[in-house]
């Protein structure tokens, strides 16, 4: 996997939907509508549990990457 800097969420979410990238971490606020859409799937969420916002998406600690909690 490579590194690839954006300038911006909207530049990423859009490299992801074009198929540029394959990856992308963002806020779940903003992923979510194209998910949703079925032009993009959540792995899982950067916390511990999941969220309210989306009770189907897995958190990091439940689909096995332990240590890892994006709770802000």
């Given at each position: 996997?490579?590194?690839v800097?954006?300038?911006?969420?909207?530049?990423?979410?859009?490299?992801?939907l074009?198929?540029?990238?394959?990856?992308?971490?963002?806020?779940?606020?903003?992923?979510?509508?194209?998910?949703?859409a079925?032009?993009?799937?959540?792995?899982?969420?950067?916390?511990?549990?999941c969220?309210?916002?989306?009770?189907?998406?897995?958190?990091?600690?439940?689909?096995?990457?332990?240590?890892?909690?994006?709770?802000?």
């Amino acid at each position: 996997m490579a590194h690839v800097s954006y300038k911006g969420g909207v530049l990423s979410t859009t490299g992801l939907l074009s198929g540029e990238i394959q990856v992308i971490f963002s806020p779940i606020s903003t992923t979510l509508p194209h998910a949703k859409a079925g032009h993009a799937r959540v792995l899982a969420v950067s916390r511990a549990k999941c969220l309210e916002l989306a009770p189907d998406v897995s958190s990091v600690l439940e689909v096995g990457v332990p240590g890892l909690d994006g709770t802000g």
